[in-house]
């Protein structure tokens, strides 16, 4: 017999599932009858009312031009449940259409632009978090060929030092452990089922976050345990040349990629203390200018929602001499908005024409 809960799920499954099928029929529709052009000179010129002012007709004319802001992570195609990454060909598929049909502009032109409001028809920004070693196998050969501009946010203590970002333990601790359950510790005591990849799933993204609001010791000293308990060698939950080289980034600077801050060690930045969190954001501007021989001006908030950073963050940032910063809040960017909460958008979508309308529809939002 099937529970409440069981059915109510199922049912949202299904439901989500018919949207997405809507969605891909209406996209397909639009390219093959090359209506997706006319969509885009509409979005062009006018956007959604204020969701309090939404009355019909719900349009009103577009005051100024907006920017989307694009953000990846991992460019491979290992198929891995635990930390999903874009797949190469579609990652291809995706600079193709935006090298061909938007203004694909590097960061900083972009806040520059945003800063005197002149920013550009279809102008679309395209970041990486973290710095990932396959940014430079497997994006950067694709970025050069459509002569693509990117930023890649750093998380220095990853980099080049055999270290990887603490979530990425977790992550690896959950794809090679054969436990068939876990049992969290202290005041997050919990028993969860590993049998079968799907329990896995919801054991770490409800792991990950409690880890999330636990301080950089704390966070630590239970991610040990975690693995520990999960049976997995340190050395098997880390992974093998899962991180940028500074070599790497050099030779991907020299062909125009350029280089924003995420911390030393990626903490949630609202869960430390002031002093914490100043020590993060500046130590980490100041590895990479060293190592780069260049002015790093962008910084990107770890995790990226509105809570994981605050208004006294925010100051921290702008005193530590950066000109920017983005987070991972959904939307749009016009020249109202502050440029140290830059909103950005993560594109999950693997067919293309659902990726070109969605594109759209985010800039009608805004």
């Known amino acids: 017999m099937i529970s409440f809960s069981g059915l109510a799920r199922m049912q949202s499954l299904k439901a989500r599932n018919s949207r997405r099928l809507l969605f891909s029929l209406v996209a397909t529709l639009l390219f093959r009858t090359y209506t997706i052009k006319f969509l885009n000179l509409f979005v062009n010129y006018f956007q959604l009312k204020e969701q309090h002012k939404a009355t019909f007709p719900?349009?009103?004319?577009?005051?100024?031009r907006n920017?989307?802001?694009?953000?990846?992570?991992?460019?491979?195609?290992?198929?891995?449940?635990?930390?999903?990454?874009t797949p190469i060909k579609i990652f291809e598929r995706q600079m193709d259409y935006l090298a061909h049909n938007f203004n694909v502009c590097d960061l900083e032109t972009a806040v520059d632009r945003l800063r005197r409001a002149d920013v550009p028809e279809n102008a679309v920004v395209v970041t990486f978090d973290d710095g990932y070693r396959d940014n430079y196998l497997n994006a950067f050969p694709i970025l050069k060929h459509f002569s693509i501009p990117a930023t890649i946010f750093l998380a220095t203590d990853?980099?080049?030092?055999?270290?990887?970002?603490?979530?990425?333990?977790?992550?690896?601790?959950?794809?090679k452990t054969q436990k068939a359950f876990l049992d969290m510790p202290g005041r997050m005591a919990r028993r969860y089922s590993l049998t079968t990849s799907a329990e896995k799933l919801v054991a770490q993204n409800e792991v990950l976050g409690l880890l999330r609001v636990l301080g950089g010791r704390d966070r630590l000293r239970v991610i040990d345990e975690v693995v520990s308990k999960l049976g997995?060698?340190?050395?098997s939950a880390a992974g093998e040349d899962l991180m940028l080289t500074w070599d790497q980034i050099r030779a991907m600077q020299k062909s125009g990629i350029a280089f924003g801050s995420h911390t030393v060690t990626h903490p949630i930045l609202s869960v430390l203390s002031v002093e914490e969190a100043?020590?993060?954001?500046?130590?980490?501007?100041?590895i990479i200018e060293k190592e780069l021989g260049t002015p790093i001006s962008s910084f990107a908030y770890?995790?990226?929602?509105?809570?994981?950073?605050s208004d006294e963050i925010v100051e921290i940032v702008q005193e530590a001499g950066y000109s920017c910063a983005v987070t991972t809040i959904f939307g749009?960017?016009?020249?109202?908005?502050?440029?140290?909460?830059l909103r950005r958008a993560t594109p999950w979508d693997e067919d293309i024409f659902c990726f070109g309308l969605r594109l759209n529809c985010y800039k009608?939002?805004?």
């Open 58 to 64: 719900f349009l009103v004319k577009r005051r100024t």
């Open 67 to 85: 920017l989307q802001i694009l953000v990846y992570h991992r460019i491979n195609d290992e198929n891995d449940l635990f930390f999903p990454a």
């Open 158 to 175: 990853a980099i080049d030092t055999g270290k990887v970002l603490w979530h990425d333990r977790i992550f690896g601790a959950f794809r």
């Open 232 to 235: 997995v060698s340190e050395d």
């Open 278 to 286: 100043r020590a993060e954001i500046q130590q980490s501007k100041s």
């Open 302 to 309: 770890p995790n990226g929602s509105k809570k994981d950073y």
């Open 332 to 341: 749009t960017n016009d020249s109202a908005r502050q440029l140290f909460e």
């Open 364 to 366: 009608l939002c805004a």
